[in-house]
Structures are given as structure tokens and as C-alpha cells.
């Protein structure tokens, strides 16, 4: 049983720290870009812009026209950036 619990606290917490940290830490450094981004776009009132441009592709997929920014992100990054608009935008439509 020692051996075990040795084993645990040596080698899988050390191991699991690691990877929990490099995970936050790449989350960290997509997510800070993006909301730096979109808020100084959001500042300079841009977004409407780039909705109302990308109303038509928007409306051919499927999707409401001010889901452009979000497909936008998901793409120039990845799912993680789209997620963060998109909780974003919803929370400051109530």
C-alpha cells in the first residue's frame, strides 16, 4: 500500500499539475488576444460592421447575421475563441 500511495504522490500529482497548468496556461493565452480584440472592436463600434458583412454567408449556413463575429473567431483561432464570444454576446443581449 505504501508502494501506491508513493507512487502517487512521486509521480501522478507532479504529472497531473503539469498538465492542468500547461492547459490553463494555453487557454490563458488564446482567450486574453481575443477578448482584447473584440473589446476594441466592440469600443470603436466595428462590430456592426463586420455583422452586417457577414450577414449573407451568415443567413446561407443557417445562422442568426450577428453570429458572424463568432464564426469569425472560431476560425482566425479556434472553438475556445468562438465559445468566448459566444458567451460573451449572449450574456450582454439580457
Not at 497531473?16 to 477578448?35: G, Q
Not at 482566425?76 to 475563441?81: D, V
Request: no cysteine; glycine share 6%.
Amino acid at each position: 500500500m505504501y508502494k501506491i500511495w508513493h507512487s502517487f504522490w512521486k509521480h501522478t500529482l507532479p504529472d497531473l499539475a503539469k498538465e492542468i497548468f500547461d492547459v490553463f496556461f494555453l487557454l490563458f493565452k488564446l482567450t486574453l488576444p481575443v477578448i482584447i480584440v473584440v473589446k476594441i472592436l466592440e469600443e470603436m463600434g466595428a462590430i456592426p460592421y463586420i455583422s452586417a458583412l457577414l450577414e449573407p454567408l451568415m443567413l446561407l449556413v443557417g445562422l442568426p447575421e450577428n453570429m458572424g463575429i463568432v464564426w469569425t473567431t472560431t476560425m482566425i483561432t479556434n472553438i475556445y475563441g468562438g465559445m468566448l464570444i459566444f458567451f460573451r454576446w449572449q450574456m450582454t443581449r439580457f
